[in-house]
């Protein structure tokens, strides 16, 4: 104690190292008693600011934080856009799938989607243009022809939305033909079509993604194909400036209201009808889920819930001000 107390009232380092030094020879060990100036020539390297760690009592090594030499902080650069500077912004093409083939079920309320959705990409400057009812052959053609228009090059981005039947990461033509999502979204990489390289490339897919049957939804649908076995996932390319909204998560079905249209494209349109002049598209996805996540479907296993998913490999910042 009597130690530590002269230790504490040394006003210098040199004072500290003698008070020391007297102490060790008082208790028998003269033979460490030059240990100290080891201590000494390490406190003096301390001052040329190499970091050096102090001791308190019941507590382990702490750094001197004063004698740190901190590396400069580089400032991040901020956040770039997306030029949106065409008119029209790009091409958004909306494919509606509402009447299928046996035994797939018909998909009544898509066509209020529909309409809604046009609208919407026609108030964002979109040349909108709508196809209905396809097979999966004429679908696997529509997509190639899209894709390799020279009409891109005069355009900002490209918008596409999908709604049809749907498994995992499938979409089904009305003869329930599948068409992979990752093989729609390689025909639109900067290898396959170069007029959209390094411009934004939307895909928003209303369709579920799992075979299960939602039981007792009062007055509401899925989009389940049916009594379909669900394929393996298949893993979507992670291709710069590509976004793909699904309306659903991997092995659940996407609500539908016959006279109301979809929750997911409800809670789209809302979301960017009042938000896009503002908030960028990412910010407004998680808006959408926001609202998706406020409704209730009322089933006989309990209260039916719905969220969205994203892939993104976005590089800049997407607004779509009108």
């Known amino acids: 104690m009597l130690v530590n107390w002269k230790l504490a009232q040394a006003t210098s380092v040199e004072q500290q190292m003698t008070t020391l030094r007297t102490a060790l020879e008082k208790i028998g060990r003269a033979d460490i008693a030059e240990f100290p100036q080891v201590i000494s020539q390490t406190e003096e390297t301390a001052g040329s600011g190499i970091s050096h760690t102090k001791e308190t009592a019941g507590s382990d090594p702490e750094t001197t934080v004063s004698n740190v030499r901190q590396a400069p902080v580089n400032p991040q650069p901020p956040l770039q856009e997306y030029r949106m500077d065409r008119k029209p912004r790009g091409l958004c093409l909306i494919i509606n799938n509402n009447t299928f083939d046996k035994p797939l079920k018909p998909r009544p ?6 309409g809604k959705l046009d609208k919407l990409f026609t108030k964002l400057h979109f040349k909108v243009e709508v196809k209905e009812n396809l097979t999966g052959s004429v679908m696997c053609t ?10 891109h090059k005069n355009y900002a981005c490209f918008a596409c939305c999908i709604m049809t039947h749907g498994t995992l990461d499938e979409v089904w033509g009305t003869d329930g033909m599948p068409l992979k999502i990752n093989w729609i979204q390689g025909l639109f990489t900067a290898d396959s079509c170069n007029s959209l390289t390094g411009k934004p490339k939307l895909f928003f897919i209303q369709a579920c993604r799992g075979s299960s049957h939602q039981i007792g939804v009062q007055e509401m649908e899925t989009d389940d194909p049916g009594d379909i076995v669900a394929p393996t996932p298949n893993t979507i390319p992670n291709e710069a400036d590509f976004l793909v909204s699904n309306s659903t998560v991997p092995g659940y079905v996407s ?26 598209m990412l910010s407004m996805l998680i808006i959408v889920n926001q609202i998706l996540c406020d409704r209730n479907a009322k089933t006989n296993q309990g209260i039916g819930k719905q969220v969205s998913t994203l892939s993104c490999t976005f590089r800049r910042a997407l607004y779509l001000r009108s």
């Open 109 to 114: 309320g898509s066509e209020i989607d529909t």
């Open 255 to 280: 609500y539908r209201h016959p006279r109301q249209g979809s929750w997911y494209v409800s809670a789209l349109e809302d979301a960017i009808s009042e938000h896009h002049n503002t908030t960028d």
């Open 142 to 151: 529509l997509f190639q022809d899209v894709s390799q228009s020279h009409r």
